[in-house]
């Protein structure tokens, strides 16, 4: 019993930890958010969350500039390589209609979630 209690603190410790960043993203003008592009955010490994926080803007070329809140799971120490293929894999995604996510700025650093 002894070595199963071991065993399972040493889990607990090394799980996944939960953390929440803060991304924004510009994409053409009629870009839709929701749908296909949602899903496909959802759909990179360790993402279990997307929401907008603010309403989308426009810049000065007419494209929209939106706020997300990502919260995802992490493995321990790969910090930087996830953060960097998040965008990466973010950057380019498309809407029913073809609009496309133009680029992928990270505004706030990943914090844990406690």
Not at 46 to 70: F, M, P, Q, R
Request: aromatic share 6%.
């Amino acid at each position: 019993m002894k070595l199963l209690l071991e065993k399972w603190r040493k889990l607990l410790y090394e799980a996944p930890q939960h953390y929440e960043m803060i991304v924004s993203i510009k994409s053409q003008p009629e870009t839709s958010l929701y749908g296909s592009i949602y899903n496909s955010i959802r759909a990179i490994p360790g993402i279990t969350i997307v929401k907008t926080t603010t309403a989308s803007e426009k810049d000065h070329a007419g494209n929209k500039i939106s706020i997300l809140s990502l919260k995802f799971m992490m493995e321990p120490g790969i910090g930087h390589e996830y953060m960097a293929s998040i965008k990466d894999r973010m950057q380019g995604l498309q809407d029913e209609q073809g609009d496309k996510i133009l680029a992928v700025r990270i505004l706030r650093l990943p914090q844990k979630i406690k």
